[in-house]
């Protein structure tokens, strides 16, 4: 059916009427994401300062490493410095044991003396000698060899008071670090913490019985 308006009426009202457009795809809304919060970091904790602690009942010579043989002897992994003192005991503790067991034999193992095969009193299987596997050899303090002048057991050093050469306190000797070369003196004070190489050159003067080490600390350019 044809229009009945005029084609004049027609044209204008097409010029009246604006043009469409097409709408553009709505496009999906991004969340807004919140800025993190900042943690307060935590505030940095002051080095402990050990005390001194009074001389232990109780020195450690080894570590049980594994059972040898069938008879109940055991490897122990040897962590004294004297291993040539271990032909002289009599007794050892295993673990955390009230009563010491007789030591029957000791014997070095390797050129570089790292094992001893040890047999004691109680262990008669390999299954009882490995049941103590990874626990600690000790032998009372009055039966550890009497060292050379100049040399000292750590327990005698750990918590002295450390001096430089004019007297400034640099705190107390903490922990002591086995490298294989020579030991490093960790001394931890109100400064923080320092680390003194176990040479003559540094370390000047041990006084255990007044509990103070004089040292001169290394100069780093």
Do not use: C, W
């Not at 553009?24 to 993190?36: K, L």
């Not at 943690?39 to 232990?56: F, G, L």
């Not at 002897?73 to 050892?92: G, K, Y």
């Amino acid at each position: 059916m044809s229009d009945p308006s005029p084609p004049d009426e027609r044209a204008a009202a097409r010029a009246e009427s604006p043009p469409t457009t097409p709408r553009a795809p709505r496009q999906p809304q991004r969340a807004r994401r919140r800025p993190p919060r900042e943690r307060a970091k935590p505030e940095p904790q002051p080095a402990e300062i050990p005390e001194r602690a009074p001389d232990p009942e109780r020195l450690i010579i080894g570590r049980v490493a594994a059972a040898h043989g069938p008879g109940g002897d055991f490897r122990m992994a040897i962590l004294s410095s004297h291993p040539e003192h271990l032909a002289s005991l009599r007794a050892v503790y295993l673990g955390d044991d009230p009563e010491p067991r007789r030591l029957r034999s000791a014997q070095l193992r390797g050129q570089d003396v790292k094992e001893a095969i040890l047999r004691v009193d109680g262990l008669q299987t390999a299954e009882e000698a490995a049941a103590h596997r990874g626990q600690l050899v000790r032998i009372d303090r009055a039966a550890a060899l009497p060292l050379p002048e100049g040399e000292y057991y750590h327990y005698q050093l750990l918590g002295l008071d450390v001096v430089d050469l004019d007297g400034n306190h640099l705190g107390r000797l903490a922990q002591i670090i086995e490298t294989g070369a020579n030991d490093v003196y960790v001394v931890r004070g109100p400064g923080g913490e320092l680390l003194l190489p176990a040479i003559g050159e540094v370390i000047r003067e041990v006084d255990v019985a007044g509990g103070r080490m004089v040292v001169k600390p290394q100069e780093y350019y």
